[in-house]
């Protein structure tokens, strides 16, 4: 399958997870990107048509085009950056990624944007569209495609367990309305003397040097590091973040607030992670301090999952396969 993925280079932004489904894809089929930051990238090309000759030598030779960074989620009646995405015979793709506010916040705008680009499938981050959508025009053009992480930048490193508690999530100083529960954790957990308790400020959002502190690499060992690492979904969309699979992968038990369809996504609490409110934080982290033997278990059981299901190279066979379904 030749993979057209026209996207924005993102191997320096903070979030890995966008480059790294890109990663999967490149490696396993022929995929290749087209955008600012990527080698072939020429400012002056204003046609999908040009796109495809310059990456794939013809239209034709393109099986699936993958859209990324080629309209503004708040100006959607502006269409597409490029032109005659008709004229390109294959199976056109559109990443979904914050989905309330690309798409919920202006839904009708957002359904006739998917049906006027002839959109195919809509490759979504995260579990709610499947619940949330169902009825609409555009629900069976849901794909999911997960969060996914590198595993040459997150994987488990051997650090010392030098802490016992890891928390370097955004929105822990102050409570926010998307993750207030995160503020409510940092509180408990700060409270706990007794508790060698690993915090910091979030680097911030946008393209960092690869250097950083707590950027990539950085940010995986620093994970390692803790015996425990928390994170949250938010309280009001329930959703399975990147640092869900990050941390799993960076060798340190999850503890996080239970996600929407969290069957579905393999994670059972007590066996691969630990499912935390405000009210039973405190007890757990007593608990599982207390009972290294299974806190190691869950540990080791969540970087399985991670590797089985939500590497970069599971995640871009997970998308060939279910693209391969929709065409029987």
Known sequence: ????????????YFAKTHESYRTGLRRLFNAKCYGVGY????????????????????????????????????????GLRYDDLSKLNCIK????????????????????????????????FFRGPFFRWKGSKVYNKLIWFPPSFDPQIFNDWKKCKSHDVGNLNAGIFEKGDFY???????????????VNYFYAKHPGYGYHSPDDYLIGKSFSEAINSCKIFITSGGNNYGNMGPKYVETMASGSCLFATEPL?????????????????????????????CHEEERLKISANGYELAMKRYCSYAVAWLLYEEILKRLK
Not at 56 to 64: E, I, K, S
Not at 180 to 194: A, G, L
Request: with cysteine.
């Open 1 to 12: 399958m030749n993979i057209l993925i026209e996207a924005h280079n993102d191997e320096l």
């Open 39 to 78: 080698p072939d990238y020429d400012e002056s090309i204003t046609s999908f048509v040009d796109i495809a000759e310059k990456t794939w030598g013809a239209v034709d030779n393109v099986d699936l085009i993958i859209l990324a960074d080629c309209w503004n989620p708040r100006e959607l009646e502006k």
């Open 93 to 124: 793709a559109i990443m979904l990624c914050d989905y309330w506010s690309e798409a919920e916040s202006q839904f009708d705008k957002y359904e006739q944007f998917i049906e006027e680009n002839g959109i195919d499938y809509i490759l979504s």
């Open 180 to 194: 207030p529960e995160r503020y409510e954790f940092h509180r408990i957990i700060s409270d706990m003397k007794d």
């Open 261 to 289: 369809d969290s069957e579905f996504l393999g994670l059972e609490d007590g066996v691969n992670y630990v499912c935390i409110n405000a009210d039973n934080l405190r007890d757990k982290v007593e608990y599982y301090l």
